[in-house]
T-cell receptor, first 114, second 114 residues
Framework: DVKVTQSSRYLVKRTGEKVFLECVQD?????MFWYRQDPGLGLRLIYF???????EKGDIPEGYSVSREKKERFSLILESASTNQTSMYLC?????????????FGEGSRLTVL | AQSVTQLGSHVSVSEGALVLLRCNYS??????LFWYVQYPNQGLQLLLK??????LVKGINGFEAEFKKSETSFHLTKPSAHMSDAAEYFC????????????FGSGTQLTVLP
């Protein structure tokens, strides 16, 4: 069964803390994505990566960074968490060759910043 | 630039009634269009997609959607709602020239009443 696994389903952090959200996919997909989901706003793209060590900014990259050292793993980093980063974070992956927009999502990581 | 508008953030239907979730898009090129579903506490999964083949697209769980270029619409329908259809539904568009990215609508929460 193909899977995208996000390491933490629920996290509570304090303002100013450094936060790591990890995502692993087992489908050998080239593309990986981090989205943020907020009520009434749908999904907004933070960063995506189309290859190891490659990354591109999405629509809302401010306050975030990413790392892709291995093909199967894509990490989202909040250098100094703030309360306005309280949200649901969704990781997704897709195949390069069949890239017609079909994304495979993880179950999400709900982050609360106090 | 591409965008998606989902009319109605909340839709309620009775069990057995028709489900109609509305989606209008704007795109500078012929788009790929998608419907994703998110069940409670889960990530998104693909329901169906339009990629310029047949304009009426059938998806999983009895859902279908019709691409209408003249109306720039891609509404999602199901003839008879089931309790298990209660979820949030997202319409998304992808320009063919940049298929690595999707633009999502703000979502429609479907409630099915007994």
């Amino acid at each position: 069964d193909v899977k995208v696994t996000q390491s933490s389903r629920y996290l509570v952090k304090r303002t100013g803390e450094k936060v790591f959200l990890e995502c692993v996919q087992d489908m050998d997909h080239e593309n990986m994505f981090w989205y943020r989901q907020d009520p009434g706003l749908g999904l907004r793209l933070i960063y995506f990566s189309y290859d190891v060590k490659m990354k591109e900014k999405g629509d809302i990259p401010e306050g975030y960074s990413v790392s892709r050292e291995k093909k199967e793993r894509f990490s989202l980093i909040l250098e100094s968490a703030s309360t306005n980063q309280t949200s649901m974070y969704l990781c997704a992956s897709s195949s390069q060759g069949l890239n017609t927009g079909e994304l495979f999502f993880g179950e999400g990581s709900r982050l609360t910043v106090l | 630039a591409q965008s998606v508008t989902q009319l109605g953030s909340h839709v309620s239907v009775s069990e057995g009634a028709l489900v109609l979730l509305r989606c209008n898009y704007s795109s500078s090129v012929p788009p790929y269009l998608f419907w994703y579903v998110q069940y409670p506490n889960q990530g998104l999964q693909l329901l169906l997609k339009y990629t310029s083949a047949a304009t009426l697209v059938k998806g999983i769980n009895g859902f279908e959607a019709e691409f209408k270029k003249s109306e720039t619409s891609f509404h999602l329908t199901k003839p008879s709602a089931h309790m298990s259809d209660a979820a949030e539904y997202f319409c998304a568009v992808s320009d063919r020239g940049s298929a690595r990215q999707l633009t999502f609508g703000s979502g429609t929460q479907l409630t099915v009443l007994p």
